[in-house]
């Protein structure tokens, strides 16, 4: 089946600072990739999207592009903000329509 | 506000004890999933359903009953709780179509077995 793989938290930064959060996958076909983000005590949250190579998704300052000759699809932000704190969680989606999560990587961002 | 709605918030059971989890949407979505968070373990399916009467046996079933007799409504049933079953539990939902749609999550149902 499905998995994912991804970088183990928590990830500390000071504010202003450059994150990745590096996320491989396999995966049978092709599937599309998602970012969600959990804010403490909330559920997931869709963060952003892509749905082919090369594509890049981005929402509220964060990107990531589709890697399909890696596998990867890592999370950037050029600068963080105390108020991305927050656990991230990166999800292959492919032809079933059900994801796989990865563990969730936390991000701790101190001003 | 259109979403995924979860109740209870909180709920703290003894062992043996049965419970339903609800969960409601009401953006006629076709898919709807059930996740269970623990510390260090990521999200792992329980059950989903890809439309009105029809369910499917995720990761970690055992110990956990779905139906979908709505396209709203897909309640999760303790038959006889567990310890092990303390956790943190999350309803999802999405549209038909392509696979490029992402879930929407409920904001969860924190369960303690005691």
């Known amino acids: 089946g499905d998995s994912v793989t991804q970088m183990e938290g928590p990830v500390t930064l000071s504010e202003e600072a450059f994150l990745t959060i590096n996320c491989t996958y396999t995966?049978?076909?092709?599937?599309?990739l998602f970012w969600y983000v959990q804010y403490p005590g909330e559920g997931l949250q869709l963060l952003l999207k892509a749905t082919k190579a090369d594509d890049k998704g981005s929402n509220k300052g964060f990107e990531a592009t589709y890697r399909k000759e890696t596998t990867s699809f890592h999370l950037e932000k050029g600068s963080v903000q105390v108020s991305d704190s927050a656990v991230y969680f990166c999800a292959p989606q492919g032809g079933s329509y059900i994801p796989t999560f990865g563990r969730g990587t936390s991000l701790i961002v101190h001003p | 506000n259109a979403g995924v709605t979860q109740t209870p918030k909180f709920q703290v059971l003894k062992t043996g004890q049965s419970m339903t989890l609800q969960c409601a949407q009401d953006m006629n979505h076709e898919y709807m999933s059930w996740y269970r968070q623990d510390p260090g373990m990521g999200l792992r399916l329980i059950h989903y359903?890809?439309?009105?009467?029809?369910?499917d046996q995720g990761e970690v079933p055992n110990g956990y009953n779905v139906s979908r007799s709505t396209t709203e409504d897909f309640p999760l049933r303790l038959l006889s709780a567990a310890p092990s079953q303390t956790s943190v539990y999350f309803c999802?939902?999405?549209?038909?179509?392509?696979?490029?749609?992402?879930?929407?999550f409920g904001s969860g149902t924190r369960l303690t077995v005691v």
């Open positions: 999802a939902s999405r549209g038909e179509g392509a696979g490029n749609y992402g879930y929407t």
């Open positions: 359903s890809v439309g009105a009467g029809i369910t």
């Open positions: 995966a049978t076909g092709y599937p599309s």
